[in-house]
């Protein structure tokens, strides 16, 4: 019996090219994340059913759970990485989007915060301190709101902030460029984003059904199919 199988076919939508332009999807990416379409094929190729429960133990930005959220089949996954966590469970949650209209026609920045960024030496390459300022600010607003909310918006306004940085990716560590938007760029640049996830949810729809992204070491739920992708030292192995 043949436990591995090789599927080269499978291999263009193993990059996260497709990911950048699909809607909620692009609301985070990994440089190792890979498609939907590569989800959807494996669902069909499982014949996965609303009653089919998958597993996804390396989440990434999400991308399994979300493909199973768009065919009502029930998900949970796990990543050692908060941040991973949290993006993930933001993009899979159910939200009504007319109350966060509502809640975002309200949007002014809290000028006042107490908040700092913390002494990490990159942070002042990468952000002036007009820019750290009116970050901060957009920052306070968003923890004035519900949690949903709160994390909601948090996430449109992280998901921004490679664009301001002046620390970009380069290879495998970070070089310092001269940025060419301003901090007065970055109230619009966070209203765009948010208001375009506020838009991909209500053009979606999308079915509610069970799904939970926890931190490692979590109990499991039982899973009868698992899709995932492991990132290794040559790329992403899957
Ligand atoms: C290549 S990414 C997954 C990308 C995902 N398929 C997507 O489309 O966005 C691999 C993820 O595995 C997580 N990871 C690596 N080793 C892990 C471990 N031992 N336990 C839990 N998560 C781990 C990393 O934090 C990373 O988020």
């Not at 069909?44 to 609303?50: G, L, Q, R, S």
Request: aromatic share 10%.
């Amino acid at each position: 019996m043949c436990l591995v199988e090789e599927r080269l076919h499978y291999g263009q939508f193993v990059t996260p090219k497709l990911t950048r332009k699909a809607p909620i999807y692009d609301w985070y990416t990994f440089p190792h994340s890979f498609a939907k379409e590569l989800v959807h094929q494996l669902l069909d190729e499982f014949d996965a059913t609303p009653d089919t429960i998958i597993f996804d133990p390396f989440v990434g930005a999400g991308t399994t759970l979300l493909a199973c959220r768009e065919r009502g089949i029930p998900a949970f996954g796990i990543d050692q990485l908060p941040f991973s966590v949290f993006t993930s469970n933001v993009k899979i949650r159910n939200y009504n989007p007319g109350s966060l209209q509502t809640t975002f026609n309200t949007f002014k920045p809290l000028e006042s915060i107490r908040q700092t960024f913390g002494k990490i030496p990159i942070i002042d390459k990468a952000f002036s301190d007009e820019a750290k300022k009116n970050i901060l600010a957009i920052y306070g607003w968003t923890q004035t709101l519900p949690k949903k909310q709160a994390d909601f918006f948090l996430l449109a306004l992280l998901s921004i902030l490679e664009k301001i940085s002046q620390a970009v990716k380069s290879g495998g560590w970070l070089r310092i460029v001269e940025n060419q938007v301003g901090p007065d760029d970055i109230e619009g640049l966070f209203r765009k984003q948010a208001q375009k996830m506020i838009d991909d949810i209500q053009g979606l729809n999308l079915p509610v059904v069970r799904q939970d992204i926890v931190e490692k070491n979590s109990p499991l739920t039982k899973q009868s199919t698992v899709i995932t992708s492991k990132k290794s030292r040559q790329g992403a192995r899957f």
